[in-house]
């Protein structure tokens, strides 16, 4: 099964940016798709952004359309998540998935990166 590990979360301030990575474990066949969700303390997970590995086609939640960009580089097997114009609310631990029998994906699971962004 696929392993997925993520990086890059870390400690901003309001309208920063940060870069999230989603390394997998094999390779990103063009059937698999890729997520990224975040839970904020006190709140349910909620989904943020997707994108299908074979047509690189990317969705966005509403709360972070315009601001965040996800992307994926099937060469390294690596999606990512471009954070920009943070805001506090944007504070949670983000959290990657793939897989390819559910949408978005949630077969599988990284550990998890908190990001905090302070006002």
């Known amino acids: 099964q696929v392993q997925l590990v993520e990086s890059g979360g870390g400690f901003v301030q309001t309208g920063g940016s940060l870069k999230l990575s989603c390394a997998a474990s094999e390779r990103l066949y063009s059937s698999y798709n890729m997520a990224w969700f975040r839970q904020a303390p006190g709140k349910e997970r909620e989904w943020v952004a997707s994108i299908r590995i074979g047509t690189g086609r990317t969705y966005y939640a509403d709360s972070v359309k315009g601001r965040f960009t996800i992307s994926r580089d099937r060469t390294i097997n690596t999606a990512y998540l471009q954070m920009n114009n943070l805001k506090p609310e944007d504070t949670a631990v983000y959290y990657c998935?793939?897989?390819?029998?559910?949408?978005?994906?949630?077969?599988?699971w990284g550990q998890g990166t908190q990001v905090t962004v302070s006002s």
């Open positions: 998935t793939g897989g390819a029998s559910s949408w978005p994906p949630r077969d599988t």
